[in-house]
Nanobody, 115 residues
């Protein structure tokens, strides 16, 4: 069983930066993929970025060049560095771990970007 706790969300002005962290209660080195997703009000949850156990990364087109995902297996933590934030980045951000065929989700952290 893996429990995920996100932190680092908050209110920031457009153009600003935030760094989200996802701390896992168990070891994440077994996780095939770690990902960040977001859900804006009235919208479906969408993939923001993900990173494999081999550190291969994928990003949504809307965040390419602005967001960076990374993982520290020794600290059981995944990060999302968000730069040049835009109002449309406002959402609840969720962390997900995929271990074999099981997905684990955190409860999310709110990011609000003001214009």
């Amino acid at each position: 069983q893996v429990q995920l706790v996100e932190s680092g969300g908050g209110l920031v002005q457009a153009g600003g930066s935030l760094r989200l962290s996802c701390a896992a209660s168990g070891s994440i080195f077994r996780a095939n993929v770690m990902g960040w997703y977001r859900q804006a009000p009235g919208k479906q949850r969408e993939l923001v970025a993900r990173i494999t156990s081999g550190s291969i990364t994928n990003y949504a087109d809307s965040v390419k060049g602005r967001f960076t995902i990374s993982r520290d297996n020794a600290k059981n933590t995944v990060y999302l560095q968000m730069n040049s934030l835009k109002p449309e980045d406002t959402a609840v951000y969720y962390c997900k771990a995929t271990i074999l065929v099981t997905n684990y989700w955190g409860k999310g952290t709110l990011v609000t970007v003001s214009s």
